[in-house]
Each structure stands twice: as C-alpha cells, then as structure tokens.
C-alpha cells in the first residue's frame, strides 16, 4: 500500500541545509522509493527517485534544473533531478514535492517533471535564447572590446558602457563608438533609437561596422563563449565581476552556453563611419526639424546601408581594427 506523501515545512528544509553532514538523504516517499537529498552549503536540491522507465524528462530549456540517471553500487537505477534554488528553497522544494505526488499517483517520472515545472514557472524560468540579431550584436561589441585590451586595457574597459543604456557602446577619451554588426553581404545595420546615433556635443561619434558570417570547420572561428573565456583570460581577476555584470545586461549566462554553438569569423575587415551632418542618421533634432509634432513618436527603428559610403580612420585603441576604404 502507498504511504502517505507528509509535506516538509520551510524549516524543515531549512534544518536540512544546516544539517551537520556532508550529504542530506530524507526519504519522502516508499512507492516509488523516493528520497530528498541536500548537501550542505550549497543551494541545490536533488530528488532521487528510484526508476520504474528508462525514459528521460526533457530539462535542457530550464536554466536552474538539472537531470541524470544514475546507477548505485547495488545495481539500482535512479531519477535524480537537480533544482539550482538560489534563495528560495522552499519555491524549488515544492516543485520536487509535486513530482513526487505525481510519481506516487502512477504519473511517469519524464511525465511529471513538466507539469511540476509548470507549477512553479517564476522559479524555473525558460531559458531565454537571444536572437541571432542579439548575438551577432554582442560578438561585434566583445571583439571591439578583446581589440581595444589588448591595446590599452584600461581606456578601453572604462569606455565600454555595454548595456549601461547609454547612447554609445564605447566612450573613449577623444571619441564615442556605436558597435553595429551584420551576417549581410552589404553593410546594413539596424539603429534601435533616435538616441543611437545622435553624437554628444563636441565628440565625434564612430559608426564601427562589423560583417560576421558563420565559420564552419574553420579553426579560426570562435563562439560567443570562445570569446568570453578569451576575455576573462585575458583580464584581472579583479575586472571580472564588472565584465560579468555587462554581459548577464546583454542577456548572457555562463550556463547557457551550450544554446549558442555557432562559431563566427570576420566576414571582411571592419570599417569605421564618421556620424556627422553627411550620414544618413535619424536623430533627435533632424526629426524635430522635420516631422510635424514630434513629441508624438514614442520610438524609431530604422536600417541604414553604409556600403557605399566612405570609411574613415578613427583614434586608438580602436585604429588598428579598421581599414580605410580608398
């Protein structure tokens, strides 16, 4: 007969993490032999059910679940499903607690863990994919950042803002960038505001046009977590947590790296654009000089096509990334 499923209490839980042991085992149910194991000082809860289908849930779009089967020394299969539970352990407690219910109600393990993930969704967030358009964007920005470094590593990581909601990626001494890249054969980049390409009085803005294109089986080609490990490599541990803090604003997570396989190599040599009375830019004032009531636009998007303009040279440490068109 099935015995009855007793919730644990926040403090019970809690008891569990501060237990005097290196490994918290609790059975919590007999049919299927379930247990509940934590291990002290970290944030992790682990359900252990004993396998009654070799088949797997599907975990790979949950950023703080985890899943393996295992295979004790007495020959005996287990579930173990893992939940990453940061403050709140009770919220990731519950989730295992409804995955047992379930299991003892005759639900299959790979079918359970998705219905308990849809009771707590706010806990076990999808995982968000950012759009190609996003990780093109970034790559283009980390390269200017990995050049910029190498050249004069403190300008250069004071001056990238990233995702601070300034106007420019980039403010260096002398002069502002805004990192624009594409997959295209032609240089077209999409402007996200009215804002983006408006230069600051008496700074001269740098549009820094970047072509990327898939890499293929070319050794040279990195992936977005390639040039993130380069990155950290490269710098002080003590820029690290500044650096991480930009990227998680971009929408990257270490974890997710396994979403990003693609492997990216220059298309051509990047080029630099002098934003100035001649470039074709939509700002603030060449709106309000033009468009009737123009308190009334809420936003602008816009694509530009740069191909056929001429490139300039632009400072350092940016001035060795570029090529002058002739």
């Known amino acids: 007969m099935n015995e009855a499923s007793a919730r644990l209490s ?77 403050e709140d352990r009770f919220a990731a407690y519950q989730v295992l607690a409804v ?35 996003q990780q093109v964007g970034l790559m283009g920005e980390l390269l200017v950042l990995e050049h910029g470094l190498a050249v004069n590593p403190n300008e250069t990581l004071a001056a990238w803002l990233g995702m601070d909601q300034e106007e420019h990626d980039f403010v260096f001494e002398d002069f502002d960038v805004e990192v624009k890249s594409t997959r295209s ?23 820094l046009s970047i072509q990327l294109t898939g890499a293929g089986a070319a050794h040279e080609g990195r992936s977005l977590a390639d040039i993130i490990g380069a990155l950290r490599s490269a710098t002080p541990e003590k820029w690290h947590q500044g650096i991480d803090e930009k990227l998680k604003r971009a929408g990257w997570h270490d974890e997710d790296a396994d979403l990003y396989p693609t492997r990216w190599l220059y298309r051509t040599k990047p080029r630099a654009y002098l ?41 350092q440490p940016v001035q060795d990334l570029v090529e002058v068109a002739e």
């Open 99 to 133: 995955v047992t219910e379930l299991l003892r109600s005759g639900v299959k393990f790979h079918d359970a863990v998705p219905v308990a993930v849809g009771a707590l969704r706010e806990l076990l967030a999808r995982r968000a994919r950012l759009s190609e358009e």
């Open 275 to 315: 934003v100035d009375s001649s470039f074709p830019a939509l700002t603030p004032s060449t709106v309000a000089d033009n468009v009737p009531s123009p308190q009334l636009i809420v936003s602008v998007r816009y694509q530009v096509n740069v191909s056929g303009l001429s490139s300039t040279a632009v400072g």
């Open 10 to 86: 926040p403090e019970d839980i809690e008891e569990l993490f501060k237990a005097p042991i290196p490994r918290a085992r609790r059975r919590i149910a007999a049919e299927p032999e379930t247990y509940l194991i934590v291990v002290p000082g970290t944030d992790q809860l682990t359900l252990q059910s004993r396998m009654m289908t070799a088949v797997e849930p599907d975990v790979t779009a949950m950023r703080h679940m985890d899943y393996q089967a295992v295979t004790d020394s007495s020959g005996v299969q287990w579930h173990e499903l893992t939940i990453r539970a940061g």
């Open 185 to 207: 054969e032609d240089r077209v980049h999409m402007i996200g505001s009215l804002k983006q390409l408006s230069a600051a009085p008496g700074r001269p803005l740098y549009l």
